[in-house]
């Protein structure tokens, strides 16, 4: 032990760096930012910090984007068919050709039909170089059924071909009816959660306000809905549309159906959320100064959760995108001449086609990836959104 004389002397270190006021006020002002920074604010900041969740958002926003540009993203129009061409696999993408760089291009095809089990073989020839043009003029197509068009990001090269996912049974570019089929997928999971997001609001926030006999109807129609297998509902809801409607008419009725059964989970949420948010002491005082519970709700209530709607809605995105896949995949959702990745993928039924032919079941793949990204952005965003990460 040290003796009360030989205590020994703590180190003090003092910065040799000139006093800087510049910098003090600048760490004063990030922490008065941070204090009075809105809700969305503190929610961006917290959402960059998720790595994982900016990269799903921005493969998102890429894959939305391209159905603006369907037509000009593919190489080919959806419909194109080549009939020398049938079955034929992928053509992969090459930069040399005996040693020196050429630039992307694809190795033409030769085939043969196999007399035994009637299959064309296909091989490359490597003689036969097809360099991929850029920004150039290939099939012409109907912009949005606006106006005609024939402009392309890249093309085959002239008398040339370009497979880059194979070709179906038909001899249609695989690759470029997955791009025509993001636009119906992804835009029916995007309507689909508007309706759902309306039903879920205005049965929860009735639930959730008014409680008492309105909660217990709300939460009794809930569950019976919830009781029923989803699948099978789905189907039968499916199966009602009639076959003699228009492809955009069964859209939005497959759209239709996918809200009516995907509401109940948001609606409880937001019944969680209020019946905790009405007793707030800035309800209790809009309440007794009059105002409606209309406004109440809407302008007080629903505002303290919105960015948990946010986050919530966006998970529901990809149960819709596989239910309108799933539905297409059994016949009973979108049909032909309507693209979509359930519509590509009932052409993979068939085990013996898959086995002969596996590129046709590449549409899973963007299917895979975009609910990944769903689940990855929407956990991201429920993260950000929690007052208490």
């Known amino acids: 032990m040290n003796q009360p004389g030989n205590t020994p002397q703590m180190e003090h270190y003092i910065s040799d760096a000139p006093y800087n006021p510049d910098e003090v006020d600048e760490i004063e002002a990030g922490k008065q930012a941070q204090f009075f920074a809105s809700q969305w604010t503190l929610m961006w900041w917290k959402l960059k910090r998720h790595k994982v969740a900016v990269i799903s958002g921005v493969v998102l926003a890429l894959m939305y984007a391209s ?14 068919r080549h009939t020398d061409s049938i079955y034929a696999p992928p053509q992969w993408v090459h930069f040399f050709h005996e040693g020196s760089f050429v630039g992307p291009f694809v190795y033409g095809y030769d085939y043969k039909l196999n007399m035994q089990n009637l299959k ?3 091989t490359p020839n490597t003689s036969k170089v097809d360099r991929i043009r850029f920004f150039c003029s290939g099939d012409s197509y109907k912009f949005w059924n606006l106006f005609e068009a024939d402009f392309h990001f890249f093309c085959p090269a002239e008398d040339g071909t370009l497979f880059l996912m194979g070709t179906d049974r038909l001899g249609r570019d695989v690759m470029s009816r997955i791009t025509h089929g993001a636009r119906i997928s992804l835009t029916i999971g995007l309507g689909g959660i508007i309706i759902s997001l309306a039903m879920g609001l205005f049965f929860g926030g009735l639930a959730g306000y008014y409680g008492g006999w309105v909660d217990s109807s709300v939460q009794r129609v809930i569950e019976i809905i919830r009781s029923f297998p989803e699948l099978p509902l789905w189907m039968a809801l499916s199966a009602i549309l009639p076959i003699t409607w228009s492809p955009i008419v069964i859209f939005f009725g497959i759209t239709v159906i996918l809200a009516l059964l995907d509401w109940t989970g948001l609606a409880r949420a937001v019944r969680s959320k209020l019946l905790a948010l009405r007793e707030e002491d800035y309800a209790t005082a809009a309440r007794l100064m009059g105002a409606p519970p209309k406004r109440i709700i809407a302008r007080h209530l629903i505002p303290g959760f919105t960015s948990h709607i946010i986050a919530s809605a966006t998970l529901s995105i990809p149960s819709m995108i596989l239910g309108e896949t799933a539905l297409s995949f ?4 979108l049909r032909p001449p309507i693209t979509s990745w359930g519509v590509l ?17 590449l549409p899973v793949v963007p299917v895979m990836i975009t609910v990944l ?10 993260d950000a959104a929690d007052p208490y990460k």
């Open 345 to 361: 993928l009932n052409e993979a039924q068939n085990i013996n086609v898959v086995a002969l032919y596996p590129w046709l079941i």
């Open 373 to 382: 990204a769903f689940n990855f952005f929407g956990d991201g965003l429920r």
């Open 120 to 122: 064309r073989e296909y």
């Open 67 to 80: 159905t603006l540009v369907s037509e000009v993203v593919s190489p080919y129009n959806q419909h194109s």
């Open 330 to 333: 059994l016949g009973l959702g």
